[in-house]
T-cell receptor, first 113, second 114 residues
């Protein structure tokens, strides 16, 4: 079935360091890959997304890369700040062209001051 | 732009009772989603509407869960009767169209079953 694997489950970095979160998806028909940030008790917030016709996308300190052949995509956060601490979820569009998203299990990022 | 509105924020009920959640999507968004997020996991799609029609309800436990989106705007999700494993946050999201469009989430309803 449709599946998205996300690693690592927890990540701790020092302020100013970079953080990388990786996801693998199973459905080769997936063509939309958003990333969400969720702070404790709050709604998931879209931080960046990428479509299958693009290999890389950057927005200030965050970037996402996509390797369709390997069915991998990754989130890169540079110059991390304490306010980047949250749970990050990757997602991939499901089959059937319905817009359905399949989410990863989440990565808890802790940025130490 | 007003975001996705959900109510209530919290609900505590006993097992076998019924409960209903309400969602008002972003104005003009044709597609509405209900997700279940169990603690420590990513959201899982329960049902997706395009206007007032169901697009995908393959993961909705239809023996106890039901949802509707009358007039293609607001939506309600109901659980009857509730089970202990239904304890979760129920998130509503909306998007302009159904494919490859950003989904915007509401704050969710945290449901606790005693």
């Amino acid at each position: 079935g449709e599946n998205v694997e996300q690693h690592p489950s927890t990540l701790s970095v020092q302020e100013g360091d970079s953080a990388v979160i990786k996801c693998t998806y199973s459905d080769s028909a997936s063509n939309y890959f958003p990333w969400y940030k969720q702070e404790l008790g709050k709604r998931p917030q879209l931080i960046i997304d990428i479509r299958s016709n693009v290999g890389e996308k950057k927005d200030q300190r965050i970037a996402v890369t996509l390797n369709k052949t390997a069915k991998h995509f990754s989130l890169h956060i540079t110059e991390t700040q304490p306010e980047d601490s949250a749970v990050y979820f990757c997602a991939a569009s499901g089959s059937g062209n319905t817009g359905k998203l399949i989410f990863g299990q989440g990565t808890t990022l802790q940025v130490k001051p | 732009e007003a975001g996705v509105a959900q109510s209530p924020r919290y609900k505590i009920i006993e097992k076998r009772q019924s409960v209903a959640f309400w969602c008002n999507p972003i104005s003009g968004h044709a597609t509405l989603y209900w997700y279940q997020q169990i603690l420590g996991q990513g959201p899982k799609l329960l049902i997706q509407f395009q206007n007032n029609g169901v697009v995908d309800d393959s993961q909705l436990p239809k023996d106890r869960f039901s949802a509707e989106r009358l007039k293609g705007v607001d939506s309600t999700l109901k659980i009857q009767p509730a089970k202990l494993e239904d304890s979760a946050v129920y998130l509503c999201a909306s998007s302009l169209e159904k494919t490859d469009q950003p989904q915007h989430f509401g704050d969710g309803t945290r449901l606790s079953i005693l």
